[in-house]
T-cell receptor, first 112, second 117 residues
Framework: DGGITQSPKYLFRKEGQNVTLSCEQN?????MYWYRQDPGQGLRLIYY???????QKGDIAEGYSVSREKKESFPLTVTSAQKNPTAFYLC???????????FGPGTRLLVL | DQQVKQNSPSLSVQEGRISILNCDYT??????FLWYKKYPAEGPTFLIS?????DKNEDGRFTVFLNKSAKHLSLHIVPSQPGDSAVYFC????????????????FGSGTRLLVRP
C-alpha cells in the first residue's frame, strides 16, 4: 500500500523551540516537497529536494530547514527563527511519469 | 504577485447540476495545469490535469477546459454530488531547473464548493 505519510497530525510548539515534522514515502519518488497552507490561501513552497543529499530553498524558506539523507524521508524543521509558524504543512512527492505531485495528509502546527 | 488566481472563494450548487470552477493565470509560459480537491485537515487529492497542447481533458464526471489565449481554465463537474463538497485548488506547473523534469506547483487560493442535496 504505497503512499505518503506525515506525522504527527497535530504539533504544538512553544516559544523559542525547534520542532521537526516527519514525511515518509514508499512510492520510490526522487523528488519531494514541503508546502505551507495558511487560511484562505493557496499552498506555498518551502523547500524541495530533487534527489537524495540535495535540497533547495523554495519561495518561503526563511525559518525552516530540511534534510534528505534517505530517498524515503524528507523531514522539515521549523526553527525558532520562523516568527509565524502556525499553519498546515503538506509534504508531496513527484511522479515524474504522470507529471503529478501527490500529497501526504498534512501536519497542523500550533504555537502555545 | 499572484500568478494563479481563483477569484471565486465559494460556489454553491444543487445536487445533480453542473459545477463550474474557474481559474486564471498570468504567466504565458505555464504549460501544464492540475486541479486538486481538498477536504479540511487533509492533504490535497489530485483530480485531473491538462497540458497546453490540449484544450480539453475529461475523466468521468470531471472535465477541464483550457483557453490559452485568455489564460483561463475551468473545471466542470457533472453531475455534482454532495460528496464533491470540498475546496478545489487550481495549480500551474513551474519548472525548477532546465536539467530535469522537477517542478513546483503554483497554487490559486482555492474555491470552496458546496453541493446542496
Amino acid at each position: 500500500d504505497g503512499g505518503i505519510t506525515q506525522s504527527p497530525k497535530y504539533l504544538f510548539r512553544k516559544e523559542g523551540q525547534n520542532v521537526t515534522l516527519s514525511c515518509e514515502q514508499n512510492l520510490n519518488h526522487d523528488a519531494m516537497y514541503w508546502y505551507r497552507q495558511d487560511p484562505g490561501q493557496g499552498l506555498r513552497l518551502i523547500y524541495y529536494s530533487q534527489i537524495v543529499n540535495d535540497f533547495q530553498k523554495g519561495d518561503i524558506a526563511e525559518g525552516y530547514s530540511v534534510s534528505r539523507e534517505k530517498k524515503e524521508s524528507f523531514p522539515l524543521t521549523v526553527t525558532s527563527a520562523q516568527k509565524n509558524p502556525t499553519a498546515f504543512y503538506l509534504c508531496a512527492s513527484l511522479d515524474r511519469g504522470r507529471e503529478t505531485q501527490y500529497f501526504g495528509p498534512g501536519t497542523r502546527l500550533l504555537v502555545l | 504577485d499572484q500568478q494563479v488566481k481563483q477569484n471565486s472563494p465559494s460556489l454553491s450548487v444543487q445536487e445533480g447540476r453542473i459545477s463550474i470552477l474557474n481559474c486564471d493565470y498570468t504567466n504565458s509560459m505555464f504549460d501544464y495545469f492540475l486541479w486538486y480537491k481538498k477536504y479540511p485537515a487533509e492533504g490535497p487529492t489530485f483530480l485531473i490535469s491538462i497540458s497546453s497542447i490540449k484544450d480539453k481533458n475529461e475523466d468521468g464526471r470531471f472535465t477541464v477546459f483550457l483557453n490559452k489565449s485568455a489564460k483561463h481554465l475551468s473545471l466542470h463537474i457533472v453531475p455534482s454530488q454532495p460528496g464533491d463538497s470540498a475546496v478545489y485548488f487550481c495549480a500551474a506547473k513551474s519548472m525548477l531547473t532546465t536539467m530535469d523534469s522537477s517542478y513546483k506547483l503554483i497554487f490559486g487560493s482555492g474555491t470552496r464548493l458546496l453541493v446542496r442535496p
